[in-house]
């Protein structure tokens, strides 16, 4: 059972690098004003991959 939770952990982890890259990929276009649609995603999956909720 406890492979399974990592396992999950491991995709929260991996989907938070990826939303710390759409962060900064935003930041740095001349959209950037739309960052503030990452910034759920980025603090959301930071919490899964914790295992705080």
């Known amino acids: 059972m406890d492979t399974a939770n990592n396992k999950s952990k491991g995709l929260y982890w991996i989907l938070f690098l990826l939303s710390v890259v759409a962060f900064f990929v935003v930041y740095a276009s001349p959209a950037g004003n739309f960052i ?6 980025v603090g959301f999956f930071f919490v899964k991959a914790l295992d705080i909720i």
């Open 36 to 41: 503030t649609l990452t910034i759920p995603f």
